[in-house]
Structures are given as structure tokens and as C-alpha cells.
């Protein structure tokens, strides 16, 4: 296996392993592989196929449990899921539910359909990732970050605090932002109103909104503005930032509220959760366990997908990021009064 990847010879080796199981299973048990009594595991997930049917399928030449994966095709896969799994309380069919992101995992758990789990490999991940009676746990994920264009502004010149946007050191209409009532920046706008206070979340709103800050259409307009020179500077998600970075654009990811005393970065993670009623439970714990184990995470920042671990530790390749100490819960309980101040403050830019 030399010069293979870290993850091609972890994968090799699982698959020698699973042979070998394979092959002492069918010199145990007549009928191995095949009949009534095979294992199985049916996962609901918002991650895309081409990043998680490789997952599904190592899980399953480790264990020897079929996982019939269900993948939402609409444009807003996390809603259609969750419409799916409350429509199916009564009589559930997913066992797993595998989140790109964790608000609507929390209205889940409000329904009532999760089930609690709380998983041995979860014991490093800080508690703000953990629901504290174990209905979800977060691993890895992305992060917000302002991408910089370097043409524009020198490394003495970038700011290193959200209060810095707020300053006349930069225009408004240098700075790009999505319209803040949808997806990441709804999220970021919820996580500051956490981290320091309602007053304080509209207060940051309103002053962004006063200034004149450029107000467009989703994550990918504000990368692109900052890659071309249209804006200093964009508040993006990581994924989109390095592949500006990644196509050579003269752009560079800063992330703010670093300090010691300071509010941190948002970080968006993965959930993962157990269904109430889980027709295959045990099933389950297993998938959860080999989903949040380290090496799980490694192997997803190292394939590209992940960009930041929620590790205590971190894990190798991961960018440095020091998130918001704020539970994941208190974000998803500022949600409604964020949005409506959006809504009032940012409505006329919809």
C-alpha cells in the first residue's frame, strides 16, 4: 500500500478486513451474507451522494449491515427530509438521520422523533456540539469566514472583529453579505444574537444595514464579488472560499473574533440522530458510532468535504478556527427573534 493516501490505505485495509470476516462468517453460519436474518439500516441524509454513498458502503464491508440510503433531490434537501420524517412519525421507517446543518435536526427533536443516543466516540467533541440529553451530537463542518481580496486590501488592513465592519475604516459598499433572512447568514445573524445578547445582535444588524453594506443574492455572489474586485471583502462559508482560493483568485479567508475575549466564529456542523421508534436501533448506535468516530472526521477534512473539526484536539488538516462558545441549542432558540429584526431591518433589500 506505499504511496497510497492516508484514507486509500485505511480503506484498503478495511477492505482486507472485511474479506476475512466475510470468509470466516461463511464457514460459521450456513446461508452467510444472504436470507431473513441480514442486518440492515436505513439513513435519511441531507449530504450529498457523491460524499456519502463511500461511507455507507466502507460501514458496510465493515459490518456486514446493508444501509439503504434516502437522498433528497429538491433544491432545499434538509426541509424535504423533515417534512418526510414528520409525515412517518407514527410508523418510522429512518433509523439514522445524517444533517448538513442542525437547525432543522432541532425542530426534529421538538416533534419529539428523536431518539437519545449518546455515543462513546462522542466524549471529546465539546459540549456546545452535544445536546445535553444526547438527541444529536455535531461533527465537523464549515465555517463562516470573510474572504478578502488581497488586491484591495493589505494584511495590516483586514479586520479581525465583526465590530471592525462596523467602523468608517471600510465603506459600506465594500463589504458583500447574503440577504440574512436564508440559510448561513440567517444562522451567523442567530449565533451573534446568542453569543452577545438580542440588544446587541440588532444593534451589529442595524449598523451593517445602516452603512450601506452590499446586500445580494446567497454565499456564492459574495464569493464571486470578492474574487473579481467588486467588493473588499464577502462574508462566505468556507467551502465556497477555498474554492475561490482553490481557482487561483487573489482572495484570502479571515476569520474574526479570534481573541481571548472575544465572541469567535460561527462554526456550521453536521447532526447526526437517532429516530424515535427506530425500527433497527441497535443498527443505529452502531452507524452513529463509526460516524462520529476521530478518524471519521479525519478522513472527511482530508477528502475535502469538511473544512474545521469540533474536536478538542482538532484533527489533522483542519483549518484553525476558534468557534462561538454558545450551545448549538441557544443559536436554534434565537432563530425567531433574529429573523424578525431581519425582516424589519433587511426587508427592503429582499
Not at 462513546?120 to 451530537?137: R, V
Request: net charge negative; with cysteine.
Amino acid at each position: 500500500m506505499k504511496g497510497m493516501s492516508l484514507h486509500k490505505r485505511r480503506k484498503a485495509a478495511k477492505r482486507i478486513a472485511a474479506v476475512l470476516a466475510g470468509g470466516m462468517c461463511c464457514g460459521l453460519l450456513a446461508g452467510c451474507g444472504s436470507g431473513s436474518g441480514e442486518r440492515e439500516l436505513v439513513v435519511y441524509t441531507a449530504v450529498d451522494q457523491i460524499y456519502s454513498e463511500p461511507i455507507f458502503e466502507d460501514f458496510e464491508e465493515q459490518t456486514g449491515i446493508r444501509v439503504q440510503a434516502v437522498y433528497d433531490l429538491e433544491a432545499n434537501k434538509t426541509t424535504g427530509l423533515t417534512n418526510r420524517l414528520i409525515a412517518e412519525k407514527e410508523n418510522p421507517v429512518c433509523d439514522v438521520f445524517w444533517n448538513n446543518e442542525f437547525v432543522q435536526t432541532m425542530v426534529l427533536q421538538d416533534e419529539g422523533l428523536l431518539e437519545a443516543y449518546v455515543s462513546p466516540q462522542a466524549e471529546d467533541i465539546p459540549d456546545e456540539f452535544k445536546d445535553s440529553d444526547g438527541y444529536w451530537t455535531a461533527f465537523g463542518g464549515r465555517a463562516r469566514v470573510l474572504l478578502v481580496n488581497t488586491e484591495l486590501l493589505s494584511p495590516e488592513e483586514y479586520p479581525s472583529s465583526i465590530y471592525d465592519l462596523l467602523s468608517d475604516r471600510y465603506p459600506g459598499d465594500s463589504i458583500a453579505i447574503a440577504y440574512p433572512m436564508f440559510g448561513t447568514t440567517r444562522t451567523q445573524m442567530a449565533a451573534i444574537y446568542a453569543a452577545v445578547g438580542a440588544e446587541e445582535g440588532r444593534y451589529i444588524m442595524q449598523s451593517l444595514h445602516d452603512k450601506g453594506v452590499q446586500v445580494v443574492d446567497g454565499n456564492s455572489v459574495t464569493r464571486d464579488m470578492a474574487a473579481a474586485g467588486q467588493v473588499a471583502m464577502g462574508y462566505t462559508d468556507t467551502d465556497d472560499a477555498k474554492g475561490a482560493i482553490a481557482d487561483g483568485n487573489p482572495v484570502e479567508m479571515v476569520f474574526l473574533d479570534q481573541g481571548e475575549d472575544e465572541m469567535g466564529n460561527l462554526i456550521t456542523p453536521h447532526t447526526v440522530a437517532m429516530i424515535n421508534g427506530a425500527p433497527h436501533s441497535e443498527e443505529a448506535k452502531e452507524f452513529i458510532d463509526y460516524l462520529l468516530d476521530p478518524a471519521m472526521e479525519e478522513r472527511l477534512i482530508e477528502d475535502g468535504f469538511f473544512d474545521v473539526s469540533l474536536r478538542e484536539e482538532g484533527a489533522a488538516g483542519g483549518l484553525d478556527v476558534k468557534g462561538m462558545s454558545v450551545n448549538l441549542r441557544e443559536i436554534y432558540e434565537q432563530l425567531e427573534t433574529a429573523s424578525e429584526d431581519i425582516q424589519e431591518i433587511f426587508g427592503d433589500a429582499s
